[in-house]
């Protein structure tokens, strides 16, 4: 699919903050953004943090800001990988050279009576569906490893982590995707959901090497004038 070019790409609900009016705890829609939510069948979705506010202040990690967050859940059985995506456009010529930086921030719920070793991930990529093809990452993918405590119960707090992306030539024309995932390698404990969380997604484009050396040209001839 050709789209817009990337440099022109804004993310839609980077900060999780459409609930679209719910006053519910959780939702497996999330406006803006398509998921694959694995055999469970409840991988990704979003907290209402005013709802986790009244009825569940102990699952509040902090700093929570805003309305609500991003989850992504892997399971003792059954589910071991969830993400959601969106489409940034296509790569355009102007786009090559240039190094698009994407960041987000993870945090994860701990469950107490289960433990998990998982992978939370930020990355560009290509060919990725909502039908189980997880695609090819393009460029350098954020990566923030969690391994729970089957006795904790205070949520690890948020870090941020950083995908970056510079387009080649041969790049041009490929849809590229913004995504956030999840990989569980090891699980333990009781049966359920592990829970990781994700929050102000953002997306900047750096100039390109030849941009760069034109404005400052450009400023040479301004000072000589």
């Known amino acids: 699919m050709q789209g817009p070019p990337l440099s022109s790409a804004t993310l839609v609900n980077p900060g999780f903050e459409d609930l679209t009016g719910s006053t519910t705890l959780f939702n497996q829609d999330v406006p ?8 469970v069948g409840s991988g990704a979705g979003w907290f209402n943090k005013t709802v986790i506010d009244e009825t569940h202040p102990a699952w509040a ?12 859940a892997v399971y003792d059985t059954g589910q071991d990988e969830a993400w959601m995506f969106q489409s940034l456009g296509s790569v355009g010529a102007a786009d090559v050279g240039k190094t698009f930086i994407m960041t987000a921030d ?41 391994v729970t405590d089957i006795n904790g119960t205070v949520p690890i707090p948020f870090e941020s982590r950083t995908a970056t992306f510079t387009p080649l ?18 699980a333990g ?37």
């Open 32 to 39: 803006g953004w398509s998921d694959y939510d694995g055999a």
């Open 61 to 72: 990690t902090t700093p929570w800001s805003g309305n609500g967050v991003g989850m992504l």
């Open 106 to 146: 993870f945090a994860f719920r701990q469950g107490g009576t289960r433990w998990t070793d998982s992978d939370m991930t930020v990355a560009f990529m290509s060919g990725i569906t909502d039908t189980g093809t997880y695609g090819t990452v393009l460029g350098t993918a954020g990566v923030r490893n969690f």
């Open 169 to 186: 030539a041969e790049d041009v024309g490929t849809e590229v995707f913004a995504v956030l995932a999840i990989q569980q390698y090891d």
């Open 189 to 225: 404990g009781s049966t359920g959901a592990r829970q990781g969380i994700v929050d102000n997604v953002t997306l900047v484009p750096e100039p390109s090497a030849l941009a760069l050396i034109a404005l400052a040209g450009l400023g040479m001839m301004r000072r000589r004038r």
